[in-house]
């Protein structure tokens, strides 16, 4: 009976040992773990900025400082991107409220511009594509959980599940958009590899250079171009500025996206009819397609 019973106390000892270390649970409280949001917001800010900064590159790397006033807004706000994930880490409320500011402003600006979903179903250049499909959702996930560590930074990040670990919403919430990114990048390249060559004539419109800038005179060349269904129906316009443009309907029957210097996109019309066209991103650029039957 005896030893039994030792044999007994010396497993359980052992079992305890070894599921938590020696040391009382002082040193493990104090050293504080950063909850899992926390982890994506400041990686999600980072990547976003990083991001955005490969997408203005061209312009930065041919302008210095930038001849676009979009582009100062985007140095701008890449830079907010940065200061608020430092924020974010040090679970700071000022840095919470500046990851909200930043998030949503973006996602609601971009919405705004109408220029995302384009760019989503026309991938002309892998490069624009990732930049506009990854952005866009990262911030979303930014803001949703930065809500929500605004709204709990009271209680603790680190008593509620939700937030602390990767194995509860968050979790699952940051994977669902890690795979839309992924899948949104797969299906572009595939989809730009297969872009079908139009045939017949194609009528070419270059998106000068120094588009981006009002006083310009000239922003899409040829401004306005007449085209005969079966004959020139198809248009090719190309940016050959060192900024983002795009070629977006007056009335929403089409839409580039963005279109990054050097990249081209082209749209076949079908029906005749005049179509105004403008940049989503400088509204001041303006053409005009003439169709006749
Ligand atoms: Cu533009």
Request: hydrophobic fraction near 45%; proline fraction near 5%; include cysteine.
């Given at each position: ?277 403008h940049c989503a991103i400088h509204p001041f650029m303006t ?7």
């Amino acid at each position: 009976m005896k030893p039994e019973v030792d044999l007994d106390m010396i497993r359980e000892a052992a079992t305890k040992n070894s599921k938590t270390p020696f040391s009382p649970a002082t040193p493990k409280a104090a050293r504080k773990v950063t909850p899992f949001a926390i982890w994506v917001i400041t990686i999600g800010l980072v990547l976003s900025g990083l991001d955005l900064l490969y997408g203005i590159s061209s312009d930065l790397a041919k302008f210095s400082p930038s001849s676009d006033p979009l582009v100062d807004i985007m140095v701008l706000f890449i830079i907010f991107c940065f200061i608020a994930s430092i924020g974010t880490y040090f679970q700071k409320t000022w840095g919470y409220a500046l990851s909200l500011l930043v998030s949503l402003g973006f996602v609601v600006g971009a919405n705004g511009l109408n220029v995302w979903i384009p760019t989503l179903s026309h991938p002309q250049d892998l490069n624009t594509f990732v930049v506009a499909d990854s952005i866009v959702p990262a911030l979303v996930l930014v803001a949703v959980l930065t809500l929500l560590c605004l709204a709990n930074r009271k209680k603790g990040l680190e008593k509620k599940k939700f937030l602390s670990s990767p194995r509860s919403f968050s979790g699952v919430f940051t994977a669902l958009i890690v795979i839309l990114v992924i899948a949104g990048a797969i299906a572009g390249a595939s989809l730009s590899s297969s872009a079908a060559k139009p045939s017949g004539s194609v009528v070419a419109v270059s998106i000068v250079s120094g588009a981006y800038n009002p006083s310009s005179a000239v922003h899409f060349s040829p401004a306005t171009i007449t085209l005969v269904i079966g004959v020139n129906n198809t248009v090719t316009w190309t940016n050959n500025d060192y900024t983002i443009h795009t070629v977006t309907s007056d009335s929403g029957a089409f839409g580039s996206g963005l279109l990054n210097n050097g990249n081209s996109w082209t749209y076949t019309f079908t029906k005749a009819g005049t179509y105004g066209y403008h940049c989503a991103i400088h509204p001041f650029m303006t053409g005009e397609v003439i169709v006749l039957q």
